[in-house]
């Protein structure tokens, strides 16, 4: 996780503290913040290929890409709730920026 946006994304983790969900609805438009999102988003799609595996994360993303809500997708594919998967993922990333 190395790059101008990873080291941006550190910059907001110092003055924000570490995330415990992913951003969605309208804190995607927070100003300033955009960029910091889509990398949040990007973690998550490697912690999800990581953990479980290339087919479960392309399955994940198009059952909810289809219209099923996340809640869902997250017990479905993963067998986890949503806030399991997002707690888990928040600990990789706290992991991954040490």
């Given at each position: 996780m190395t790059s101008e946006r990873t080291a941006n994304s550190r910059a907001v983790i110092r003055q924000t503290g570490y995330p415990s969900s992913l951003p969605?609805?309208?804190a995607w438009d927070l100003k300033?913040?955009?960029?910091?999102?889509?990398?949040?988003?990007?973690?998550?799609?490697g912690f999800l290929?990581?953990?479980?595996g290339?087919?479960?994360?392309?399955?994940?993303v198009a059952e909810h890409y289809r219209g099923t809500a996340i809640d869902a997708v997250t017990?479905?594919?993963?067998?986890?709730?949503?806030?399991?998967?997002?707690?888990a993922w928040a600990a990789y990333l706290k992991a991954e920026l040490r």
């Open positions: 969605s609805g309208p300033g913040r955009v960029e910091y999102h889509y990398w949040l988003g990007h973690s998550a799609i290929v990581e953990r479980y290339e087919q479960k994360m392309f399955q994940l017990q479905d594919v993963l067998g986890a709730s949503s806030e399991e998967f997002e707690q």
